[in-house]
Protein backbone atom coordinates (compact mmCIF):
# COMPACT_ATOMS: atom_id res chain seq x y z
CA UNK A 1 0.00 0.00 0.00
CA UNK A 2 1.10 3.40 -1.00
CA UNK A 3 1.16 6.25 1.01
CA UNK A 4 -0.13 9.42 -0.64
CA UNK A 5 1.09 12.44 0.46
CA UNK A 6 0.52 16.26 -0.42
CA UNK A 7 2.90 18.46 -1.22
CA UNK A 8 3.07 22.01 -2.66
CA UNK A 9 3.94 22.28 -5.92
CA UNK A 10 4.94 26.40 -6.78
CA UNK A 11 4.41 27.93 -10.20
CA UNK A 12 4.99 31.60 -11.02
CA UNK A 13 2.81 34.29 -12.47
CA UNK A 14 4.36 36.63 -14.31
CA UNK A 15 2.25 39.90 -14.65
CA UNK A 16 2.70 43.25 -16.28
CA UNK A 17 2.06 45.92 -14.02
CA UNK A 18 1.41 49.62 -15.75
CA UNK A 19 4.81 50.56 -15.65
CA UNK A 20 5.20 47.50 -18.27
CA UNK A 21 7.78 45.80 -15.11
CA UNK A 22 7.51 42.24 -14.59
CA UNK A 23 6.44 40.75 -10.96
CA UNK A 24 6.77 36.99 -10.06
CA UNK A 25 4.75 35.99 -7.26
CA UNK A 26 4.75 32.33 -6.21
CA UNK A 27 1.15 30.07 -6.19
CA UNK A 28 0.70 26.93 -4.28
CA UNK A 29 -1.48 24.80 -5.75
CA UNK A 30 -1.94 21.51 -3.55
CA UNK A 31 -1.47 17.69 -5.11
CA UNK A 32 -1.65 14.65 -3.61
CA UNK A 33 1.03 12.13 -4.94
CA UNK A 34 2.59 8.93 -3.44
CA UNK A 35 5.67 9.51 -1.68
CA UNK A 36 7.43 7.23 -3.72
CA UNK A 37 6.53 9.34 -6.75
CA UNK A 38 7.81 12.32 -4.87
CA UNK A 39 10.61 11.16 -4.11
CA UNK A 40 12.21 10.08 -7.42
CA UNK A 41 11.26 13.28 -8.79
CA UNK A 42 13.32 15.40 -6.18
CA UNK A 43 16.29 12.94 -6.35
CA UNK A 44 17.58 10.43 -8.44
CA UNK A 45 16.91 7.27 -6.97
CA UNK A 46 18.08 3.55 -8.53
CA UNK A 47 15.79 1.97 -5.88
CA UNK A 48 13.27 2.36 -2.90
CA UNK A 49 13.74 -0.31 -0.32
CA UNK A 50 10.89 -1.22 1.73
CA UNK A 51 12.14 -2.92 5.22
CA UNK A 52 8.92 -3.80 6.49
CA UNK A 53 8.24 -3.19 9.98
CA UNK A 54 11.23 -2.15 11.92
CA UNK A 55 11.82 -1.77 16.10
CA UNK A 56 12.13 2.39 16.29
CA UNK A 57 13.53 3.80 19.57
CA UNK A 58 15.24 6.86 20.34
CA UNK A 59 18.11 8.35 21.92
CA UNK A 60 19.66 12.06 22.60
CA UNK A 61 22.56 14.16 22.02
CA UNK A 62 23.05 15.00 25.56
CA UNK A 63 26.11 15.34 26.53
CA UNK A 64 26.90 13.44 30.06
CA UNK A 65 27.57 9.77 30.24
CA UNK A 66 24.53 7.48 30.00
CA UNK A 67 22.17 5.14 28.82
CA UNK A 68 21.67 7.29 25.01
CA UNK A 69 25.72 7.98 24.32
CA UNK A 70 28.94 7.46 26.35
CA UNK A 71 28.84 11.35 27.08
CA UNK A 72 30.45 12.47 23.42
CA UNK A 73 27.98 13.35 20.94
CA UNK A 74 30.11 15.86 19.21
CA UNK A 75 29.79 13.76 16.02
CA UNK A 76 28.24 10.61 14.75
CA UNK A 77 29.83 7.17 13.19
CA UNK A 78 30.03 8.77 9.93
CA UNK A 79 31.90 12.17 11.13
CA UNK A 80 28.84 14.37 10.49
CA UNK A 81 27.23 16.53 13.66
CA UNK A 82 24.18 14.71 15.19
CA UNK A 83 21.49 16.74 14.35
CA UNK A 84 17.84 16.44 16.13
CA UNK A 85 15.00 15.36 12.92
CA UNK A 86 17.89 14.42 10.56
CA UNK A 87 20.29 11.60 12.49
CA UNK A 88 19.30 8.05 12.88
CA UNK A 89 21.26 5.16 13.74
CA UNK A 90 21.09 2.02 11.85
CA UNK A 91 22.53 -1.21 11.25
CA UNK A 92 24.86 -0.35 8.57
CA UNK A 93 25.11 -3.99 7.05
CA UNK A 94 20.88 -3.09 6.76
CA UNK A 95 20.64 0.16 5.72
CA UNK A 96 23.99 1.63 4.26
CA UNK A 97 25.07 4.91 5.98
CA UNK A 98 24.31 8.12 3.73
CA UNK A 99 21.24 6.87 3.00
CA UNK A 100 17.61 8.53 3.19
CA UNK A 101 15.55 6.42 5.80
CA UNK A 102 11.93 6.94 5.89
CA UNK A 103 9.87 6.69 8.71
CA UNK A 104 6.11 7.51 9.22
CA UNK A 105 6.74 10.12 6.34
CA UNK A 106 9.98 12.09 7.78
CA UNK A 107 13.08 11.54 5.89
CA UNK A 108 16.31 11.00 7.82
CA UNK A 109 19.67 9.84 7.36
CA UNK A 110 21.46 7.05 8.11
CA UNK A 111 24.79 8.52 9.74
CA UNK A 112 25.13 6.93 13.15
CA UNK A 113 25.07 3.05 14.68
CA UNK A 114 25.10 1.48 18.27
CA UNK A 115 25.75 -1.19 20.11
CA UNK A 116 22.06 -2.49 20.40
CA UNK A 117 21.45 -1.09 16.99
CA UNK A 118 20.65 -4.42 14.88
CA UNK A 119 19.24 -5.58 11.90
CA UNK A 120 16.11 -3.82 11.56
CA UNK A 121 16.14 -1.71 14.15
CA UNK A 122 16.39 2.11 13.90
CA UNK A 123 17.70 5.06 16.62
CA UNK A 124 15.95 8.61 16.26
CA UNK A 125 17.93 11.01 17.25
CA UNK A 126 16.11 13.71 19.90
CA UNK A 127 17.88 17.04 21.45
CA UNK A 128 16.73 15.37 25.22
CA UNK A 129 16.74 12.50 27.20
CA UNK A 130 12.99 13.70 27.94
CA UNK A 131 12.01 13.52 24.34
CA UNK A 132 13.77 10.28 23.84
CA UNK A 133 12.35 8.35 26.65
CA UNK A 134 8.32 9.74 25.30
CA UNK A 135 8.84 8.42 22.29
CA UNK A 136 9.93 5.02 23.50
CA UNK A 137 9.70 2.37 21.32
CA UNK A 138 7.37 2.05 18.63
CA UNK A 139 7.19 -0.55 15.58
CA UNK A 140 6.55 0.81 11.88
CA UNK A 141 7.35 0.25 8.21
CA UNK A 142 10.52 1.57 6.72
CA UNK A 143 12.13 2.42 3.65
CA UNK A 144 15.13 3.70 2.51
CA UNK A 145 16.75 4.63 -0.87
CA UNK A 146 19.55 3.91 -2.77
CA UNK A 147 20.43 6.94 -4.95
CA UNK A 148 22.53 7.33 -8.09
CA UNK A 149 26.19 8.24 -7.86
CA UNK A 150 26.77 11.49 -9.54
Do not use: W
Request: charge should be negative; charged fraction near 20%; include cysteine.
Amino acid sequence: MRKAISCIVLSTIVAMSLSSAIASAPVARECDISEEQHLMQTEPVVEIISLGECKISAYCKENYPHICNNGDSSQTATGTVPLAGRTVAVDPKVIPYGSEVIINGHTYIAEDCGGAIKGNRIDILFDTHQEAIEFGIQYTNVSYLIKESV
